[in-house]
């Protein structure tokens, strides 16, 4: 490990120098097993890449959020600098690299705001011009990945918009919309753009509800790619 970088109350970010470095497209993530207490065999569990593979795929940030209750979740976040973790991978067919033209949307909730960070630090890292809307949905602002370096992009790139949805703060002023991600949400953060594709990724339930709701405000259901954290 070679940082560990405090995320959110419930949410870190591992950075990990690969042994070797095999490329990774944005929104790809590695299998991380780890032996836990109490269990016989070794715990496997999928997260994602939040940082770009360029400029050097060889070092990787993994974003995890804790789940209460869980058996693998609660020890990556208390993992130090310098511990070992075997990873496999990349995986994953949720991928946009941003050599495609016009507008895109992006959908997160939770973690599932890593694999979206990736694309954005990538569209960056490539010298995008054309609009990305990045739709965030967290319980609070304190729990939205990445909020700082957002705020601080958006303010740099003309091209970025990002909207922070909380779920349970209704008197944050950071967010633009105090309720889940629905209709009317998608409808007002498109103001002006109209993105020819769309990135959802997040709980089950709120992929399948935002996918709905795209599908309301005018995507053709081929142009929504999804990725469900179960
Ligand atoms: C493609 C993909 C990418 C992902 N990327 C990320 C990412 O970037 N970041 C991230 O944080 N997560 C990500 N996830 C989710 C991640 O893989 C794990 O599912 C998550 O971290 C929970 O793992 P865990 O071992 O801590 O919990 P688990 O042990 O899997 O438990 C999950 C929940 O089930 C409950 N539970 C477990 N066993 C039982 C039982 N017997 N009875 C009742 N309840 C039970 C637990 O209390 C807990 O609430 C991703 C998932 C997928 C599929």
Same mark, same amino acid.
């Given at each position: 490990?070679?940082? #560990? @970088? $405090?995320?959110?109350?419930?949410? =870190?970010?591992?950075? *990990?120098?690969?042994?070797?470095?095999? /490329?990774?497209?944005? %929104?790809?993530?590695?299998?991380?097993?780890?032996?836990?207490?109490?269990?016989?065999?070794?715990?496997?569990?999928?997260?994602?890449?939040?940082?770009?593979?360029?400029?050097?795929?060889? #070092? @990787? $940030?993994?974003?995890?959020?804790? =789940?209460?209750?869980? *058996?693998?979740?609660?020890?990556?976040? /208390?993992?130090?600098? %310098?511990?070992?973790?075997?990873?496999?991978?990349?995986?994953?067919?949720?991928?946009?690299?941003?050599?495609?033209?016009?507008?895109?949307?992006?959908?997160?909730?939770?973690?599932?705001? #890593?694999?979206?960070?990736?694309?954005?630090?990538?569209?960056?890292?490539?010298?995008?011009?054309?609009?990305?809307?990045?739709?965030?949905?967290?319980?609070?602002?304190?729990?939205?990945?990445?909020?700082?370096?957002?705020?601080?992009?958006?303010?740099?790139?003309?091209?970025?918009?990002?909207?922070?949805?909380?779920?349970?703060?209704?008197?944050?002023?950071?967010?633009?919309?105090?309720?889940?991600?629905?209709?009317?949400?998608?409808?007002?953060?498109?103001?002006?753009?109209?993105?020819?594709?769309?990135?959802?990724?997040?709980?089950?339930?709120?992929?399948?509800?935002?996918?709905?709701?795209?599908?309301?405000?005018?995507?053709?259901?081929?142009?929504?790619?999804?990725?469900?954290?179960?």
């Amino acid at each position: 490990m070679a940082a #560990v @970088i $405090d995320e959110a109350p419930d949410a =870190v970010t591992l950075r *990990l120098q690969l042994g070797e470095a095999t /490329g990774f497209l944005p %929104g790809q993530y590695y299998n991380v097993r780890l032996a836990v207490p109490g269990r016989p065999r070794p715990v496997q569990r999928a997260y994602s890449v939040g940082s770009s593979p360029t400029p050097d795929p060889s #070092v @990787i $940030d993994l974003g995890i959020r804790e =789940v209460p209750g869980g *058996l693998l979740s609660p020890v990556l976040v /208390g993992l130090h600098v %310098g511990e070992r973790l075997s990873v496999r991978g990349p995986y994953g067919r949720f991928t946009w690299d941003g050599t495609d033209a016009g507008p895109v949307l992006l959908v997160g909730a939770g973690s599932g705001m #890593v694999p979206l960070m990736s694309m954005v630090r990538h569209a960056v890292q490539r010298g995008r011009s054309e609009p990305v809307v990045l739709v965030c949905s967290a319980i609070t602002y304190a729990h939205a990945f990445y909020r700082e370096e957002l705020a601080e992009l958006a303010c740099r790139h003309s091209w970025l918009r990002v909207v922070h949805c909380v779920t349970r703060d209704p008197d944050e002023p950071r967010a633009h919309f105090h309720r889940r991600v629905d209709t009317s949400v998608l409808s007002e953060s498109l103001e002006g753009v109209r993105p020819h594709a769309a990135y959802v990724c997040g709980p089950p339930a709120m992929v399948e509800s935002t996918a709905r709701a795209l599908v309301h405000v005018g995507f053709a259901p081929a142009a929504i790619e999804t990725e469900e954290y179960d």
